[in-house]
Antibody, heavy 123, light 109 residues
Framework: EVQLVESGGGLVQPGGSLRLYCAAS????????MNWVRQAPGKGLEWLSY????????YYADSVEGRFTVSRDSAKNSLVLQVNSLRADDTAVYYC????????????????WGQGTTVTVSS | EIVLTQSPGTLSLSPGERATLSCRAS???????LGWYQQKPGQAPRLLIY???TRATGIPDRFSGSGSGTDFTLTISRLDPEDFAMYFC??????????FGQGTKLEIK
């Protein structure tokens, strides 16, 4: 079964850091481009970052550029999001999501999502 | 930056009725880049439609997407009780940036 499982969330003080993980099963993470998306309590969806399948292309939303870093651990078939300098408005459920790819062609949507990991920034 | 505005904010309907959800873009959007997601409380979003009108794998045919330019629509032909949820439209943009609408809550009347 194709699945993504996030972990690493928790309660952190303002200015603190966390390392979020997204473990893939049923497919090889490095064969797909991947994203992180978050959702603040009661709010909509906010795209945060993108990593291409090769890992050579990475993009970030302006709101997290310079504070968040995405990487991949191919040995563990996992995506990692290092989140630093956390603020109260970073409080959210963080999802990883896979870009939809069919027959070698990307279709500009996200077809597989994890269940999310919750980050709470509070003193 | 293209902004997606969904309407209505809340739609109250009964099972068996037809639902029409709107997603309007502030500038023209390539149909290939327009998607729709369903999200139930406590769950991750689920891809329903990509390319404005193609149903994702396993999505019932009561869900359909249409539109072009700046106006896109998600239609649910006959509402099933399990369809009451939040719905988000999404646009793919430059530098792989996804943008989402603010969502429409479909609730039971």
């Amino acid at each position: 079964e194709v699945q993504l499982v996030e972990s690493g969330g928790g309660l952190v003080q303002p200015g603190g850091s966390l390392r979020l993980y997204c473990a893939a099963s049923g497919f090889t993470l490095s064969s797909y481009s991947m994203n992180w998306v978050r959702q603040a309590p009661g709010k909509g969806l906010e795209w945060l970052s993108y990593m291409s399948s090769s890992g050579s292309t990475i993009y970030y939303a302006d709101s997290v550029e310079g504070r968040f870093t995405v990487s991949r651990d191919s040995a563990k078939n996992s995506l990692v999001l290092q989140v630093n300098s956390l603020r109260a408005d970073d409080t959210a459920v963080y999802y990883c999501a896979r870009d939809l790819e069919l027959g070698g062609y990307y279709y500009f949507a996200m077809d597989v999502w994890g269940q999310g990991t919750t980050v709470t920034v509070s003193s | 930056e293209i902004v997606l505005t969904q309407s209505p904010g809340t739609l109250s309907l009964s099972p068996g009725e037809r639902a029409t959800l709107s997603c309007r873009a502030s500038q023209r959007v390539d149909r290939r880049y327009l998607g729709w997601y369903q999200q139930k409380p406590g769950q991750a979003p689920r891809l329903l439609i990509y390319g404005a009108s193609t149903r994702a794998t396993g999505i019932p045919d009561r869900f359909s997407g249409s539109g072009s330019g700046t106006d896109f629509t998600l239609t649910i032909s006959r509402l099933d009780p399990e369809d009451f949820a939040m719905y988000f439209c999404q646009k793919y943009g430059t530098s792989a940036r996804y943008t989402f609408g603010q969502g429409t809550k479909l609730e039971i009347k």
